[in-house]
């Protein structure tokens, strides 16, 4: 499978993630919600890991650390906000909301890490915008 596929399966496990995300919180508090979702992730992840075999640690370089440090705790405020919002409102609503974060995934691509931007990415990201709003707006 080449990263089209993975990237498709990501998109159908965030929509189911988002309805039974939403199923979850209609009776415990999103903070909670959010730990809760956050240690079966932890136990998941780490249990891939050793199934497949250790990484050896010692090629982990100190910027790629850091660098994944940020993106959990990036990882942990969203998961935080998303849970918030989806106790608050209806999960077709939040989802499409949240997924605006493709649209400033494509800008920070491009101004952190030097992605060229065509033409497709452009008029894409606008489309994500414009149904994030039509979706949203009420």
């Not at 903070?31 to 075999?53: D, E, K, M, S």
Request: contains cysteine; glycine residues 10%; proline residues 3%.
């Amino acid at each position: 499978m080449n990263w089209f596929h993975w990237a498709l399966l990501a998109a159908v496990f965030a929509g189911i993630t988002a309805v039974l995300a939403k199923a979850g919180t209609s009776q415990v508090e999103p903070n909670l919600a959010t730990a809760i979702r956050t240690c079966v992730v932890l136990v998941l992840a780490w249990g891939i890991v050793l199934a497949t075999g250790m990484p050896a640690w010692r090629s982990l370089s100190g910027n790629a650390i850091l660098f994944l440090a940020l993106s959990g705790l990036a990882t942990g405020a969203s998961w935080l906000c998303y849970f918030q919002a989806l106790s608050l409102g209806p999960a077709s609503s939040v989802a499409p909301v949240d997924k605006l974060s493709v649209v400033f995934a494509i800008a920070l691509a491009a101004i952190f890490l030097g992605e060229k931007l065509a033409w497709q990415h452009w008029v894409g990201g606008l489309l994500i915008v414009g149904g994030a709003a039509i979706i949203a707006w009420k």
